[in-house]
């Protein structure tokens, strides 16, 4: 078995008017979580983000969405993890991800930002050694439409097949949480 998770932090944008854009796939994730284990999300300022704790059958695990910004998003993750000692192999940090398509899911340790602006602070405040929830939201097919692209609503479609992806992304959260990621891998991935 490997190292249990203990913080999962979705990225995302506060505020109305980013609620139902590609950008915040992460924090569709964790409201999805909060929703299955009856968590209710509250401000922290100490945290810059909304807070949650949860008890998911034997495993506690902090959820947070950073209210900074996206492109501050690893200070808010920063913050909490400090305060409860979690090692940033114990974080998972759950994202919309460009290079998937809308409907897929993948989980993965570390490497490269890949010029997501939350994972790239994340990087510079906790290193580059987290999980990370990547959830396919597609390209727009042009990178200088990708801007514009995050900022706006999923087609039906789109959204249909990513909230599927938060589904089965959730199924797996006792697997992720007790750190057996080849198994909740294997679910993830495979189609």
Not at 25 to 41: C, I, M, P
Not at 164 to 186: S, V
Request: glycine share 10%; aromatic share 8%; net charge positive.
């Amino acid at each position: 078995m490997g190292t249990p998770i203990r913080l999962i932090a979705g990225l995302g944008n506060p505020g109305s008017q980013y609620d139902k854009t590609r950008h915040n796939a992460g924090f569709w994730f964790v409201d999805e979580l909060a929703r299955r284990y009856s968590g209710k999300f509250a401000v922290e300022k100490r945290f810059s983000g909304e807070v949650c704790k949860l008890q998911v059958g034997s495993a506690t695990v902090w959820l947070i969405k950073p209210m900074t910004f996206m492109n501050r998003s690893g200070l808010a993750v920063k913050q909490l993890a400090s305060f409860y000692q979690i090692p940033v192999e114990q974080i998972l940090v759950a994202h919309d991800e460009l290079d998937i398509a809308p409907g897929d899911v993948r989980l993965k340790l570390a490497g490269g930002h890949g010029g997501h602006n939350g994972l790239r602070d994340c990087h510079a405040h906790l290193s580059a050694e987290y999980w990370r929830l990547r959830l396919g939201v597609g390209h727009p097919g042009d990178r200088n439409k990708v801007v514009d692209y995050v900022l706006s609503r999923p087609s039906l479609d789109d959204e249909i097949v990513i909230s599927r992806a938060i589904d089965k992304a959730a199924d797996q959260i006792e697997l992720i949480l007790a750190g057996e990621m080849q198994k909740a891998m294997n679910a993830l991935h495979t189609k």
